[in-house]
């Protein structure tokens, strides 16, 4: 179950406030290759969430295309592709946490039986066992971003997308989550898109870390992570994690100075 995701060419103009253009991607092409945990870096503004609707089928480039196939070559269309989880995780408050994992399936007609014998599959291999009857309120935030993650891994679609899913956790519970997913990725290769502020995550996760110019967005380089799986966190305290870093973080500066600058400019003010 895995597919390349080739992203051709994709040009995003947005509307803006003032019924302006708004050009947040600009002629970006990728292939994001099969089995592969992509990491997308860059500067707030430039795209990234952009990118990954377009990828799940969310929004419809301007122009440009993105062109998914499964291993036999045939064409899949982006929705059906893949399943995306969000910084903030949307978990339904009156359900349980089971429920929660199993809505997905519950949709799609999957029968009661089944759909809770796959959620509770799942549930112990994000560390939630015991929690199948809470609801989220009665949860922690790291806990419910396991739900989160439960909840699209249940889908058991190739393409995994990842929009700052660890955002908003303390960094303690991020290390762990960055473990578990780690985990979850060995057990089962995807194609990951996994957006990130982070140039640590970005590195520990990563085949590759695919790092973006400020607005309008581009590539600016693409750094290939040839750290040996399984990581593990300790592999951020050795040399070679911290050449990676230092890589990504001189091409980033540049970028985020330049977004930073462009805000500034009077057209942009309030
Ligand atoms: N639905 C939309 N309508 C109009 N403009 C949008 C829309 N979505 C995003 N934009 C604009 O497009 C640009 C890129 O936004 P996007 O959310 O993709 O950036 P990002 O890289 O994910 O930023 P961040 O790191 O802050 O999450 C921004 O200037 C944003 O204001
Ligand atoms: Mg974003």
């Known amino acids: 179950m895995a597919v390349d995701v080739l992203v051709e060419n994709i040009t995003q103009i947005w509307t803006d406030r003032r019924g302006g253009e708004l050009r947040a991607l600009d002629g970006l092409s990728h292939r994001f290759a099969s089995g592969r945990f992509s990491c997308i870096l860059g500067p707030s503004g430039c795209g ?22 499964d291993a036999d070559g045939a064409v899949i269309a982006p929705g059906a592709a893949s399943v995306m989880v969000w910084q903030n995780q949307n978990l339904f408050p009156w359900r349980s946490v089971l429920d929660n994992i199993a809505f997905g399936l519950e949709v799609a007609g999957v029968s009661r039986a089944e759909r809770y014998e796959r959620a509770r599959a799942l549930i ?29 891994l249940i889908m058991d679609r190739p393409i995994l997308l990842m929009d700052e899913p660890f955002g908003a956790l303390d960094a303690q519970t991020k290390f762990v989550m960055q473990e578990e997913l780690l985990r979850i990725f060995e ?17 520990l996760l990563g085949d590759e870390v695919v790092v973006m110019t400020a607005r309008p ?6 750094i290939e992570v040839d750290l040996p799986r399984p990581r593990r966190l300790e592999m951020m305290g050795q040399p070679e994690f911290a050449a990676l870093t230092g890589r990504a973080l001189a091409l980033i500066r540049d970028e985020v100075t330049r977004a930073l600058a462009e805000q500034d400019r009077p057209e942009h003010a309030a």
């Open 48 to 69: 990234k969430s952009t990118l990954a609707q377009i990828v799940g089928g969310l929004e419809r480039p301007t122009s440009g295309k993105v062109d998914i196939r």
């Open 124 to 152: 112990g291999s994000v560390g939630l066992r015991g929690f199948e009857r809470h609801l989220p309120r009665q949860l922690s935030g790291g806990m419910r971003q396991r739900v989160a993650l439960a909840r699209a």
């Open 187 to 203: 057990a089962h290769r995807r194609t990951v898109i996994f957006v990130t502020h982070s140039i640590e995550e970005a590195v």
């Open 217 to 222: 967005g581009r590539i600016k380089e693409v």
